[in-house]
C-alpha cells in the first residue's frame, strides 16, 4: 500500500519536472517474473523507473540507505531489499529469487553502485545468478539524463530531461544450472552490460569477453 501510495503522489510530479519519457513499456510482462537490469547513474534512478511501471519492483538497496532513519523507513515500507555489498550477502539472493518464484517483477543496478563519472561500467555477476537460479528472463533498462540532472555528490537537482529506454527481455535458460560457473556468469553479464550500453549510447569501461571465446574454452 506504501509503495502504491507513494507511486501516486510522487508519479505525475516526477513526470512533469524532469520532462520523462519511457519508450519499450511493452518488453514489460503484464505479469510473471522478469529482471529489471538498468544502469545507475544517479540516485534519480530508483524513482524514475517504479513511477512509470505499473507493476510494483522490488530492488536491491545497500544496506547504508536502511540505516538513515527516513529512507530506512521508506525503502521498508516499500519491501525493498537491504544488501550488505562486498560480503556475498546471500540473504539478498535468496529474498531476490524469493520475489522471482512469486512470479513479481525484481530490479537490480549490476554496476553495484552510482557512476563517479557518468559513464557505463562493467557489472558484478549476481544478476547472472539469480537469472540462472530462478529461471528469470532479463530486461536491460537504459536511464539516461540523470547524471546530469543529479550526478553523485549532488545535494540540489539540476533541470534536465530525463528518458527511460526498455530493452526486450533476454532468455539464458541454454545456460540453466551453471550459476557456479565463473566464466558463464562472466559472460552473461557482459552481455546484459552490453545491451545496456545499446540503449544509452555507450560503451562500458573496462573489461569485456569475447563470447564466442568463452563457449568455445567451455566446449
Do not use: C
Request: glycine share 12%; net charge negative; hydrophobic share 40%.
Amino acid at each position: 500500500m506504501s509503495y502504491g501510495i507513494s507511486k501516486f503522489v510522487a508519479g505525475p510530479l516526477l513526470k512533469v519536472l524532469f520532462q520523462l519519457e519511457v519508450n519499450g513499456l511493452e518488453n514489460i510482462p503484464a505479469e510473471g517474473k522478469a529482471i529489471l537490469a538498468s544502469n545507475h547513474f544517479s540516485f534519480l534512478d530508483h524513482f524514475l523507473l517504479p513511477v512509470m511501471v505499473d507493476r510494483d519492483i522490488t530492488f536491491i538497496a545497500k544496506s547504508e540507505l536502511f540505516e538513515n532513519p527516513i529512507w530506512g523507513f521508506l525503502l521498508t515500507r516499500w519491501g525493498q531489499i537491504s544488501l550488505n555489498r562486498g560480503t556475498g550477502d546471500n540473504s539478498a539472493v535468496n529474498q531476490a529469487i524469493e520475489v522471482l518464484e512469486n512470479g513479481e517483477l525484481f530490479g537490480i543496478y549490476p554496476e553495484g553502485t552510482r557512476t563517479r563519472d557518468g559513464k557505463l561500467h562493467g557489472g558484478h555477476t549476481g544478476v547472472a545468478r539469480i537469472s540462472l537460479i530462478s529461471g528469470a528472463p532479463v530486461i536491460p533498462v537504459g536511464m539516461i539524463g540523470t547524471y546530469e540532472i543529479l550526478p553523485r555528490g549532488a545535494v540540489k537537482p539540476n533541470l534536465g530531461k530525463a528518458e527511460i529506454r526498455i530493452g526486450k527481455p533476454m532468455d539464458f535458460s541454454q545456460y540453466e544450472g551453471k550459476e557456479n560457473d565463473r566464466k558463464i556468469t562472466k559472460m552473461i553479464t557482459d552481455e546484459i552490460m552490453g545491451e545496456i550500453g545499446k540503449l544509452i549510447g555507450q560503451t562500458v569501461e573496462g573489461e569485456i569477453y569475447r563470447y564466442d571465446e568463452i563457449l568455445n574454452n567451455n566446449e
